[in-house]
């Protein structure tokens, strides 16, 4: 089964930097598609259930932005 999860992002400041987030959210594995949205700062990621919070985050951190306060 699919389930969702938003996530709030810190540090982007442009259209590249939604689409840099985007990408490294689609590369983790069980992500079925992910969009970031600049202006609420807020990635809504739809991905199979199994997938926790952290290879998420680490995704965003990877890409060189931050996790904001869980929400
Ligand atoms: Mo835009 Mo984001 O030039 O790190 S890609 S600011």
């Given amino acids: 089964p699919l389930t969702t999860t938003d ?30 949205n600049l202006a609420t700062e807020r990635a809504t990621i739809l991905h199979q259930e199994g997938v926790s919070d952290a290879p998420l985050a680490a995704a965003i951190e990877k890409a060189g932005y931050k996790r904001g306060a869980p929400m």
């Fill in 7 to 36: 996530l709030l992002i810190e540090g982007m400041t442009c259209a590249s930097c939604v689409r840099r987030v985007e990408k490294a959210l689609n590369a983790v594995p069980g992500v079925i598609e992910a969009q970031v």
